[in-house]
């Protein structure tokens, strides 16, 4: 039938049943992407909920907060002690290379009754990071090392480390009692000097009656 032949009234139930059609197919191509997004986000919400009820809050303790309060001061306490002990020991430190207290403990080694065969700088291995090993999640630190409690000393000292200090290395001759004397004379230079290593063995020549026998000694000296 064509649309010629309906009559006026046909004519707007066609017309009204197209609009609704038309009307129709648009929401469904509108909305129903909408309502299929509505219905994830609803599915979330849902997993979300039961996730946060099989959660196990811990509660606030109600015993013992005095205690740790307690122990908090007590720990900022001994850390600050501890920073101002750094910062005393840190002003005892010479100025890197100083020749001054070079000088010094030469001097000190003259007037000891030492004499001294070799005087130079030890340098020791520069301490690296270890690399990290193949497929581990840590991060590549970079900067100072802290070598641990079990290392030497010369190894705690050397560059990269965070106790890096300079280090002197002298051999000497002289008797026990020059040797002690030296040694007590390092606490009374203007600087901090630590001997960190020494080693003593008796000179070959043997000493000549009446006389101390005279020692050979290699130390090393953190400046």
Do not use: C
């Not at 219905?39 to 205690?67: F, H, S, W, Y």
């Not at 720990?75 to 020991?89: C, F, N, P, T």
């Not at 840590?138 to 802290?146: A, H, L, P, R, V």
């Not at 290593?197 to 020692?215: M, T, Y």
């Amino acid at each position: 039938m064509k649309l010629n032949q309906l009559n006026k009234r046909e004519r707007l139930l066609a017309a009204a049943v197209m609009v609704v059609i038309i009307l129709g197919g648009y929401g469904l191509l509108r909305f129903d992407p909408r309502f299929d997004q509505i219905q994830r986000l609803e599915q979330q919400k849902e997993a979300t909920l039961m996730r946060l009820g099989n959660m196990d809050i811990p509660t606030e303790p109600t015993e013992g907060v005095e205690e740790i309060k307690q122990a908090l001061d007590d720990q900022e306490k001994a850390l600050m002690a501890v920073r101002d002990s750094a910062e005393q020991i840190e002003a005892q430190l010479a100025p890197v290379d100083s020749q001054e207290l070079k000088v010094r403990i030469s001097e000190l080694a003259r007037d000891s009754g030492i004499r001294i065969r070799v005087n130079e700088a030890l340098n020791p291995q520069p301490l690296k990071v270890p690399p990290a090993k193949r497929g581990s999640k840590n991060k590549i630190s970079y900067g100072e090392i802290i070598p641990p409690p079990t290392a030497g000393w010369i190894t705690q000292l050397s560059p990269g480390s965070m106790f890096q200090r300079p280090l002197q290395r002298l051999e000497v001759d002289g008797s026990y009692l020059a040797l002690r004397r030296f040694i007590h004379g390092l606490d009374e230079l203007p600087y901090l000097v630590t001997v960190v290593r020494i080693n003593v063995d008796k000179l070959d020549i043997a000493p000549l009656r009446g006389n101390s026998q005279l020692l050979k000694t290699e130390m090393v000296l953190a400046l």
